[in-house]
């Protein structure tokens, strides 16, 4: 379908002008990166073409008065003006209550969410650390040869002497919304790359997530042939505390 046959450039330029609410072009042009003349055109409804989807993500970034990525999708063509039942769920929720899926939110305020998450992650696998009894320091995350096809680098790397193990991995996997979470695709993936890397006896592995859904669909479906020391957590972020880790499988 061409966009420009569903692109509606005068809903688009009512919706961009409530977006930048009363700030000047060039202030919503600085804050965005977006130029100042290709949003002036679009609010002159110059241009029959859309924006694209990440120019769209850019614009719903710095956006006022409510106006959300998904609205200004669909506005552009990107988007049909149709949803399930869990999407109508979602847009009956209340205001300060936020339950749209992925593709309603713009990419770049979800990866900005994430990683906020991944920061407070952080903080609190340092806070269980601080209550160990074995020593431990914080190594600079250093990359893992994998498998010849260049090099992959865990969230953190923590040097320890526990339990045989001398190094400690840990790779982040926050989850905003248990509804978006795929864990087949998204942790077969991660499987992969760990099969593919170099690791040691002496190398303890810990996936960290913040949802039970995740932890259990990954302890109930552990990966069978992979030769590492392979472990879950589970945080809660609100409590601010580690949960219980599991291991999935041995070197």
């Known amino acids: 379908m061409d966009n420009k046959d569903v692109f509606n450039k005068e809903s688009f330029a009512l919706l961009l002008e409530k977006a930048k609410g009363n700030r000047s072009i060039n202030q919503y042009a600085n804050e965005t990166r977006v130029s100042a003349a290709h949003i002036s055109r679009f609010l002159r409804e110059m241009i029959d073409a859309p924006p694209t989807p990440e ?24 988007l049909a003006e149709q949803y399930n039942d869990d999407d109508m769920e979602a847009r009956e929720d209340s205001v300060g209550q936020e339950k749209a899926s992925i593709i309603k939110d713009s990419p770049i305020n979800h990866r ?15 806070a269980d650390l601080y209550n160990k009894s074995f020593a431990w320091s914080i190594e600079k995350s250093e990359k893992l ?54 690791l040691l006896p002496t190398d303890k592995f810990t996936i960290v997530v913040n949802s039970e859904k995740a932890y259990e669909a990954l302890l ?9 020391n392979l472990y879950i957590m589970l945080i809660n972020l609100d409590k601010g505390e580690v949960i219980k880790e599991e291991q999935l499988c041995k070197y």
């Open 220 to 228: 109930n479906r552990p990966p069978v042939s992979l030769r590492a």
């Open 112 to 126: 900005n969410e994430i990683i906020f998450l991944e920061k407070k992650f952080i903080q609190i696998i340092l």
């Open 55 to 78: 120019t769209i993500s850019k614009l719903a970034a710095e956006a006022y008065n409510e106006v959300t990525y998904q609205d200004l999708m669909i506005a552009a063509g990107h």
């Open 145 to 198: 040869r994998n498998g010849g096809r260049g090099f992959y680098m865990p969230d953190m790397t923590v040097n320890i002497d526990y339990d045989g193990y001398k190094k400690w991995y840990f790779e982040f996997k926050a989850i905003s919304n248990d509804r978006n979470f795929m864990s087949t695709m998204l942790f077969q993936h991660l499987y992969g790359t760990i099969a593919m890397s170099e």
